[in-house]
């Protein structure tokens, strides 16, 4: 795992590396984080649609080949309205 740089990225964007984002959110919910994989692109938000942006953390190239990631695609970011 190899640890990048700071860099923003913007809804519609495709992702450049597979690994861990933060994701940041317009004035509805605080940043969290979110595993995306390279080639796809970044996804806009149930709630605050693009105005959402994100910042890698950590490039994961492994996910690149994992079986377990294959299928996994991410359209849209769900806007958790309760707090467990």
Do not use: W
């Amino acid at each position: 795992m190899v640890k990048k740089e700071s860099k923003y990225f913007a809804v519609g964007d495709e992702i450049p590396q597979s690994g861990l984002y933060n994701v940041f959110h317009a004035e509805h919910r605080t940043s969290h984080k979110a595993v995306l994989l390279k080639g796809e692109t970044f996804p806009r938000c149930e709630q605050c649609k693009d105005d959402v942006h994100f910042q890698l953390i950590l490039e994961v190239p492994e996910l690149d080949n994992d079986p377990n990631f294959k299928s996994f695609r991410l359209y849209e970011i769900p806007h958790k309205t309760e707090i467990a």
